[in-house]
């Protein structure tokens, strides 16, 4: 017996596979700057069916800049205790 046999599980199993490559641009996102994650998500899932807004978003998320550092951003000087 094959999955092809078993139309529920293969549906699924299609479905898992398509939705993990479709949100490729999100996740690539979730490991970089952390300003954009939502307005990148919102995008890819809008415009992430046809073939050129999907390579947009990833194109996207490949350009955004890599928050590994974690550097603290400059900001208002917080006053001493």
């Known amino acids: 017996m094959s999955i092809v046999d078993n139309p529920p599980v293969f ?5 898992t596979l398509f939705a993990l490559v479709y949100f490729i641009p999100t996740f690539i996102a979730l490991t970089r700057a952390r300003g954009q994650r939502l307005r990148l998500f919102l995008v ?9 807004g999907w390579m947009a978003v990833f194109i996207w998320s490949l350009a955004l800049p890599s928050d590994f550092s974690r550097t ?6 917080r006053p001493r205790e």
């Open 44 to 52: 890819n899932l809008l415009t992430g069916w046809t073939i050129i």
């Open 11 to 15: 549906i699924a199993l299609n479905a």
């Open 72 to 77: 603290p951003r400059p900001g208002p000087a």
